[in-house]
């Protein structure tokens, strides 16, 4: 069972929030220094149980997935699959929280996650995934939960999961470009489109995720707004 957050007695960092229960970003940078953030349960973000501030979630949980979560079968050199899960879930990430965060209910056990990238051995066999993944859960389990994820045997195309169901999916262009022999864009046009990518793989999910959280919070369906 989930924890319900973690409570101290530090004032929340977060703009507005008022609460005394905050607890301190658990990151340690190379040189030793703490985090000077602190959080309480309702602004914090879990990383392998332990609070963290929105920036510090992300770092963990990609430093994390350097090892590969040890058990976990290492990728081959050349196998680009789980790097772009990575950095496709790198760039989508800060959006993904700064959504599920906002979905959570104030005083309520609602917790956010964000998962590591690991690699999923689908049981009727076929080719590994690798998967990030981020989820909004309460003491009574996960609320709304979505994946990035690169099947080896679909590489280079990204997938966007929402619970099961893939939402959204496409070829990252600056791969597409290389693949077509054509020379990398000028930087604001290569910025430009690859926001659109991450535009178009985020906002499909949107709705799926707000659904599934109506339904697991018993809410009419069309309830929270879009
Ligand atoms: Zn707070
Ligand atoms: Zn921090």
């Known amino acids: 069972m989930p924890a319900p957050g973690v409570q101290g007695s530090l004032p929340c960092s977060e703009h507005g929030c008022e609460r005394h229960d905050a607890v301190a970003c658990a990151y340690v940078d190379r040189r030793r220094r703490p985090c000077p953030t602190a959080w309480c349960p309702d602004h914090q973000i879990l990383v392998s149980g332990l609070p963290h501030c929105r920036r510090h979630a992300r770092i963990t949980a990609s430093a994390a997935s350097d090892e590969f979560q040890g058990g976990q079968a290492l990728p081959d050199l050349e196998n680009r699959s789980p790097s772009l899960a990575d950095y496709v879930g790198d760039a989508l990430e800060p959006r993904i929280l700064d959504f599920l965060v906002g979905l959570r209910r104030p005083g309520s056990y609602d917790q956010v996650a964000a998962e590591p990238v690991h690699v999923i051995h689908p049981t009727a066999g076929g080719a590994r995934r690798w998967d990030r993944t981020w989820k909004l859960y309460d003491h009574t389990g996960v609320q709304a939960k979505v994946s990035v994820e690169v099947d080896e045997s679909r590489d280079p195309e990204v ?23 054509l020379p990398p ?7 430009a489109q690859r926001e659109r990518f991450y535009a178009a793989l985020w906002e499909p999910a949107i709705g799926p995720l707000l659904a599934d959280l109506e ?12």
């Open 215 to 226: 339904e697991s919070r018993g809410l009419p369906s069309g309830s929270l707004p879009r």
């Open 159 to 181: 997938l966007v999961r929402v619970g099961r169901h893939v939402v959204s999916q496409a070829v990252p262009p600056w791969i597409e470009r290389r693949r077509q022999g």
């Open 185 to 191: 864009l000028a930087p604001s046009d290569d910025s």
